[in-house]
């Protein structure tokens, strides 16, 4: 048998079995329906008729929807172990977790990364103007504890949600509030053995009379990370906590007010994937969100209605050091470990190691005032409409830079400016409005929907004082629609064709920034305008007896793309920037200039067996090119190649015992963008790890696969005790894109408990 180059032997035979087994009991299901079926069936890990909120902004079936989205439940979330919300996305289609430290995760949905992907709590934004590209601590402050499940939609989704979802939408959906008199408790504890991690979480809640509260927290501590074939990554240890409040008054059965407050704290995240060249950084972030929703569900012509007010708070600290002896790099690492901890306790300190030469202390604080109103009307039988508006202020309230270095006796040297100029404003504004209508339905439920909508769009940054261009102000305005048609046999099977626009503004950090942010040095572009996308998506549903099956295809054109230009000497010169700073990086700044195309697939099939046993697969595709003016080409930054999961699933009828086996692999990923093989995280030289491969000799990513089980026991629902063994034959493997390799084997046992 001739095996694809991008998937390896072990795992290309189980992925073959997994699926012909499920599509045995597809063509065949009297084969595998016998009268005397041994055992309970066991539970899908794919069930289409869970209740989604992201498609539509409003409730909906997920089987009828008309895009491809995943939902990600407490049951997921315990049986996963995810000590993260990024951890939860890992083995959704379509979706690649790059980390280039612990303690951070970007989810490149579709090709997509960063802002170009929309984050959302209970359908509100959670996006910032002076969010990066990556690394990026953003996802993680969303911790599971805060939540009752998370959600998945990849593609464009900018005529409900507005700017920054040309790739996808990951929404938080807040914990359901308690309807029934009294008071219950959940909570869980967990030990992950690859980095000795220790995290305990507990939700609270109750009601009292027209009034239910709910209260909650997690504390996590992970040490340093033990990767495939036994090393140790330096710098890897972090910490987390977080805490949640809940409450709404129940005004009536059909109109509520809601209070959210979420708060977060991720510390000590550390990077070290230009540890060759002497560099490090530490990460600091802490996070507020609060909003006060306003919620009425009717039965009349108005069907829901809904208004948030929200404020949201962001702190980013990052320390960045240089050591002064490559050659003890061990040693520079300590050193630089207890100057982050120095500088905390004592700003004015000296006690700085011999290795290091360099510590620069980076401080930026944001706040977001925003709001927003929705409303469903019932406008027939067959035709809804429903319209929204919203708007979104963000303000840089501090930005500063502390520079200390060996050479002046680690005197504290403060910048005129850090990465933002301070009261660098932004403002996202705009308003939509769908309709959907039936077409046509058959006397037996067969029906044919059209669905369409509009979004009118406004931007504006404003920052003052950016080197080499002083004020930068620019404010853009948009329009995008979006369309689709959908067959639904209900409960059967559905398809559905989606045709949506895009429209992302470039945000200040994209069009404002100054200096390192990783693998280049960034220089402002005032002229930087938006990007647009047209995309094309068909899928369908199939829900046959014991089979599901959910496919998406889909192309996706960004015109106008952001990308980056190698800046010359002469500019370089004429903005005055210190060569020390630069340190032999590429200078680049942001431009439109170019169209890229994204093209891919999605597709996750399960099927219940007798004995309890459920075998499913997921996987998906994603190629992206970016072509120029010029009539040239090149692969896309950082594109997912193709990822999949394959699983074999059992459960015991009565018992509360289920079991797992499961495999995540991955392609190899050669088609590497000019960025890309100058990123020490895809291209480092094993040979000169402090530089890159020659160009165009890059191999790029390898592929992988890794042996994974999972299991537990549940106790009429009060009790869950799992435990997972992971990367059982502790392969050594890198997700593209990563700055550290993934870990190794290692076992993670967890107690959850309900009362």
């Not at 998370?150 to 593609?155: K, Q, S």
């Not at 929200?310 to 630089?336: P, T």
Request: aromatic share 8%.
């Amino acid at each position: 048998m001739q095996y694809p180059h991008w998937c390896p032997k072990p795992i290309t035979s189980f992925v073959v079995w997994t699926t012909v087994s499920i599509l045995s009991i597809a063509i065949c299901p009297d084969a595998h329906a016998s009268s005397d079926v041994k055992g309970k069936a066991a539970a899908m890990p794919m069930e289409l008729t869970a209740v989604v909120i992201t498609a539509t902004r409003g409730k909906a079936v997920l089987f009828d929807t008309a895009r491809s989205i995943f939902t990600i439940g407490r049951s997921q979330l315990r049986e996963q172990q995810a000590e993260s919300s990024f951890d939860a996305l890992r083995e959704r289609p379509g979706v690649m977790v790059q980390q280039t430290n612990r303690g951070a995760g970007i989810p490149v949905i579709r090709g997509q990364v960063g802002p170009s992907n929309l984050v959302l709590i209970d359908g509100m934004r959670f996006n910032q103007a002076t969010w990066r590209t990556g690394p990026s601590q953003y996802l993680t402050l969303l911790d599971p504890s805060s939540f009752e499940s998370f959600e998945v939609m990849a593609g464009p989704a900018s005529v409900r949600y507005g700017s920054g979802a040309l790739g996808g939408v990951t929404a938080g959906i807040p914990w359901k509030m308690r309807q029934a008199a009294g008071f219950g408790a959940r909570g869980g504890l967990r030990f992950v053995s690859q980095d000795q991690g220790l995290s305990g979480w507990t939700h609270l809640e109750g009601r009292f009379g027209s009034v239910s509260v709910a209260a909650g927290g997690a504390i996590r501590n992970h040490n340093q990370l033990r990767t495939g074939g036994g090393e140790t990554v330096p710098l890897s240890d972090w910490t987390q906590q977080s805490a949640h409040v809940q409450a709404r008054w129940w005004a009536s059965s059909q109109t509520t007010l809601d209070l959210l407050l979420l708060g977060s704290q991720v510390g000590h995240g550390g990077r070290v994937d230009r540890l060759a060249q002497g560099r490090m950084r530490i990460y600091d972030n802490l996070d507020g969100f609060g909003a006060l929703t306003l919620r009425h569900t009717g039965e009349g012509a108005l069907k829901s209605l809904r208004v948030s007010v929200v404020a949201h708070g962001s702190r980013d600290e990052v320390a960045r050091f240089e050591c002064e002896n490559k050659d003890n790099l061990s040693q520079c690492v300590d050193q630089a470990d207890s100057a982050y901890e120095a500088v905390k306790n004592d700003g004015a300190t000296t006690s700085f190691g011999s290795q290091l030469s360099r510590d620069r202390r980076y401080r930026d604080a944001v706040r977001t005032l925003g709001g927003l109103f929705t409303a469903t009307w019932s406008l027939g039988k067959s035709l809804s409409l429903s319209v929204g508006a919203e708007g979104w202020y963000d303000t840089v309230l501090e930005s500063t830079l502390d520079d200390r270095k060996q050479s002046t006796g680690w005197s504290v040297k403060s910048a005129a400016r850090g990465n933002f100029s301070e009261d660098t404003s932004w403002l996202e504004s705009g308003g939509f409005a769908w309709l959907d209508s039936t077409l046509w339905q058959s006397a037996s439920g067969l029906k044919l929907t059209l669905g369409a909508g509009a979004r009118l769009a406004h931007f504006r940054g404003n920052a003052a004082d950016v080197p080499g261009l002083g004020e930068v102000a620019y404010s853009h305005t948009g329009v995008v629609g979006s369309g689709q048609l959908r067959l639904i046999n209900p409960n059967r099977w559905m398809l559905y064709l989606d045709v949506s626009q895009g429209f992302r503004s470039p945000n200040v950090q994209e069009s404002t920034v100054l200096g390192d942010t990783g693998s280049k040095f960034e220089v402002p572009n005032a002229d930087l305008g938006p990007e647009r996308s047209l995309s094309l998506e068909v899928g369908g549903r199939l829900s046959i007896d014991r089979v599901r099956l959910q496919v998406a295809g889909f192309v996706n054109q960004v015109s106008d793309f952001i990308g980056e230009q190698d800046l010359s000497q002469a500019e370089i010169d004429a903005l005055g920037l210190d060569p020390a700073d630069i340190d032999g990086q590429p200078v680049v700044k942001r431009v439109n200039r170019d169209t890229g195309l994204f093209v891919g697939a999605e597709a996750q099939l399960s099927a219940r067996l007798d004995y309890g046993l459920t075998p499913w697969v997921r996987v998906s595709w994603t190629q992206g090119d970016i072509n120029k003016d010029d009539g040239t080409s090149t692969p896309a930054r950082r594109v997912n190649p193709v990822l999949g999961t394959a699983a074999l699933r059992w459960q015991a009828p009565t018992s509360g015992f289920w079991a797992e086996i499961y495999s995540r692999f991955s392609g190899a990923q050669d088609r590497l963008h000019p960025s890309d093989q100058k990123d020490l995280r895809i291209c480092a030289d094993p040979n000169n790890p402090s530089k890159s491969y020659a160009s165009g000799t890059c191999p790029g990513s390898s592929s992988w696969v890794t042996l994974n089980a999972r299991g537990g026991w549940r106790y009429n629902r009060s009790l869950s005790i799992d435990l997972a063994l992971t990367n059982v034959l502790d392969t050594q493997y890198r997700v593209h894109g990563s700055g550290f390799d993934a870990a190794g084997f290692g076992a993670s046992l967890s107690m959850t408990g309900r009362y």
